[in-house]
């Protein structure tokens, strides 16, 4: 099967027919041709027995010449980029899957200008806005309150490629706590809000340097390597340099969508 | 050479450490340490030492022309707050510190650093 998130398309090989259907549920919309020739990376699957009792543990991305290595309680993989194929061994469940793939999107996107974001996305009238912050901060809230005309990327992990001087959001299968997965498509970026739950509905600019350090602490970045570390630092201050940063404080109800789009 | 062996009232000469990523946004001086994933914003006299550390040109010798002229503050106490900061920098990795001039990757001693490595 053929996972396509962000425009790349990646082809997982599995064996296991119930594991295959497990996937194709939990990445409904965002599957590719299975013939497709022209995956950029492939992994192939390996089937681990369940570890019952454990916790999963930080995770971990080093870099070995050639190759990196993922590892977290729950899943250790393999991926050579310029073979473009890997090794992922895991038991049969979405979630394993899912991290090693976000951490794959965040490896290729480090080296392209792009990142994944901490942060719910959206399009209207053709634009597309990022609504960042932690935990708590109002991504799932201010995705619930979006009005029908509003297409929704996710509401947890958004998806930002760079094309050219310009910058592209698409959307993920990568959902919190709204539990539903984004539309698959994209627009070209217009706007990144910081969400902060506030009084009123006010949107107030923000300097750059603040952008940036806000910018880089959503980020999603795993890999213990100092090249890396540059690229996405200086794919965050580019980002800023481009991209229209704000401050938007709100209540928790519809009317602050009158202030986007 | 460490932090603690470069002593007081000696020559010190200070050089941007090449494992940090760093970039001026607006007004402030962003730095991240490559090592440690860790991000610093420097205050403006962080920065002007910081856009001068060439490693060739010696510490007071960049207080006297970039800092006391910019704070108008007394030369010695500059040289102490600036030996201060420079020593705080380089524990955590952004500055190198020594006695004698720091060799730069594209750098001659004592030459002046290129424009656009100083205006980031």
Redesign the interface.
Known sequence: MVIAIGGMPVRVNTTDASFLAMLERRYAGFLGEREVADAEYEFDVELTPPVFGSTPADVRVTYRPGRWLLTRGDFRAEWEPAARRGLIQQSANPYSIDAVLRIVHTLVLAGQGGFLLHSASAIRNGKAFLFAGVSGAGKTTISRLAPADVTLLTDEISYVRKRGDAYVAYGTPFTGELAKLGENTSAPLSALYLLSQGPENRIDRI???E???EL??NLL?FAED??L??RV??AA?NF??RVPVYRLTFLPDARVWELIG | MTVESVKMNKTMYVARSP?I?A?M????M?V????E?T?F?LNPTATILWQAADGATPLDEIVGRRICSEFEVPPEEAMRDAEALARDLANHGILLISEEPIPQPGFSPRQPAPQEAVKR
């Open positions: 300097s750059a340097a952008a940036g350090r880089l602490a970045f100092e090249e570390v540059h630092f200086e201050c800023v340099d | 494992r990523a970039r946004l607006g007004e402030e962003l991240m340490s490559a090592q994933s991000l914003t």
